[in-house]
Nanobody
Framework: QVQLVESGGGLVQAGVSLRLSCAGS????????LGWFRQAPGKEREFVAA????????YYADSVKGRFTISRDNAKNTMYLQMNSLKPEDTAVYYC??????????????????WGQGTQVTVSS
């Protein structure tokens, strides 16, 4: 099992930055792709960004490309999502997720085996 815990959410004004963290524990962390997803009220959970086990490959949804940056520190078993120029439409619960051992970064929810409980991000206009 891999346990994931998100932190860093909050209520912010449009235009500011926020950094989310995802701390992992349990089975090996570094050989799994990780991803961020988000879910707004009344909407399906959607892909935000993903990163390979080494951190060399990243992948973003078009809606956040150029504003969000995903990164990871395998020595600390932690993944990050730096969110800049936040917009009200970024308001959602943000979840981190991990693939199986050796998994590749992907935007497909069903490729992720482990999920955190989520952290709320609210952006006011």
């Amino acid at each position: 099992q891999v346990q994931l815990v998100e932190s860093g959410g909050g209520l912010v004004q449009a235009g500011v930055s926020l950094r989310l963290s995802c701390a992992g524990s349990g089975r090996p962390f570094s050989n799994r792709a990780l991803g961020w997803f988000r879910q707004a009220p009344g909407k399906e959970r959607e892909f935000v960004a993903a990163i390979s086990g080494s951190g060399e490959i990243t992948y973003y949804a078009d809606s956040v490309k150029g504003r969000f940056t995903i990164s990871r520190d395998n020595a600390k078993n932690t993944m990050y999502l730096q969110m800049n120029s936040l917009k009200p439409e970024d308001t959602a619960v943000y979840y981190c997720a991990a693939t199986k051992f050796g998994g590749l970064p992907t935007n497909r929810k069903d490729e992720y085996n482990y999920w955190g409980q989520g952290t709320q991000v609210t952006v006011s206009s």
